[in-house]
């Protein structure tokens, strides 16, 4: 039996595996559309979705659409299935859903219609529960058919066939405590790939496999009960291959294809301190990531000669020779309104602050067409509220709580709420602002700016994360809310 390292470790040799060398962003291709269906009886769909859309899109350059429905009943008709061509713009369809009550014949011929039409799919755990209708379509696609399960307990996946969805990870995997489905019928358009010891039957049961559905692929796998379980690296490395695998995007050494390669920074951009934070789960499959991790697509400003990339991080810098005598901002091009914003911040040179800048506009200010008018929320030297070309200092330091919880010259974990005329602030785990404007006229829509200070020296400050949510709850999710605003 094969014992594993830490999970951390794993995890990092799960990419080593997974990543191959790495692309130009010339050689990348477009992300994989992958639509993630989820929702039903008995698992822990809130949670799960979070950690596979992370772990497919930590992986390979995948695009996760979630649709999580139906509570935890068990006859519940997911939305999208009901309507002409549902599949349509994505390359995979993931099912992880649980609705076994649903035994309406002609509404699950409409599901399968569209992989019968070459629509690829995999199919997680209790998606071989569902729609029961009494007869073998669903099954038919699935590639196996299971009638329920037996006890909770730990078990060996064995590893038994030799594809490059399997390929290297361990001949003999010990899960955790899980829940082994019985497999009474493998259609002969399956082909196993693991299988486990049954205590209850005394014999092998598949858990791993891959369908020929009228020539559209079909991954499966009935492994993924408990969410403890779907975040092991090697679970995720496993449906990471079965969907690529089936979009026709993994080669035969278990790598993805090179159009779907991440380059490293976008793999470190994937498991950034942003993308770790637990949103609420209304959230989760609204938060976007503002930065790539690869170019400064979505981005604007006077990026010649200040702004760079270096791996997952965005960068600003300058010298003595062109340090900009009015400070300039890489602007997103899309405006934002009420939001949550959660980013990494680092002052590496020079003693002058940085920021974020809020609710305004790009502005030309003595020639620099990048400068922007409006609300700036300042780290790490002097922190607090700016309003930009208007009133000034807004609000300084509130208590000195910023400069306590704040790190001069190393990374910050920041995250702004900004919803309405308050704007709340943490810092490394702490609610270090909380201010209302009085003027609420003044708090528009308009671009995200990240600030390069005028200055007459070499500076440079560092950004990553960027994980932005519109229209989030009214609630900071990485520092203790307060009961009222303050208004210093």
Known sequence: MIRFATRAVVGLLALSILLPAAVSAAEAGKPLEVLYITGGCCHDYDGQKKVISEGLSSRARMKVTVVHEGGASTDHKVSIYSKPDWSKGYDVVFHNECFAAVKDPEFVKGIVAEHKKGVPAVLMHCAMHCYRTGNDDWFEFCGIQSPGHGAHYEY?????????????????????????YFCDKLFPTATPLAEAMSRERKSNQTVVWTNDYHKTRVFGTTIGHYTETVRMPEFLDLVTRGTLWAAGKLQDDGTPAADVTLAPGEAAAATDWASSVNLPAEEQAKAVKLFNGRDLEGWEGHIDPYWSIDGAEIVGRNTAENAPKVSTYLLTKKPYRNFRLLLEGKLATSEMHSGVAIWGKKFDKDGEASSYQGHLVMFPSGWGLYDLYRRNGISGDQDGKAKKAGKQHDWNQMEILAIGNRIRFAVNGQEVLDWTDPKPELCESGPIGLQLHSNKVPQEVRFRGLRLV??????????????APTTK
């Open 156 to 180: 060996t996946a064995n590893i038994i066939g030799k594809h490059p969805i399997v390929n290297g990870l361990p001949k003999e995997w010990k899960l955790p405590k899980e829940e082994l």
């Open 470 to 483: 519109e229209d989030p709850q009214d609630v900071l999710v990485t520092a203790a809310p307060t009961a």
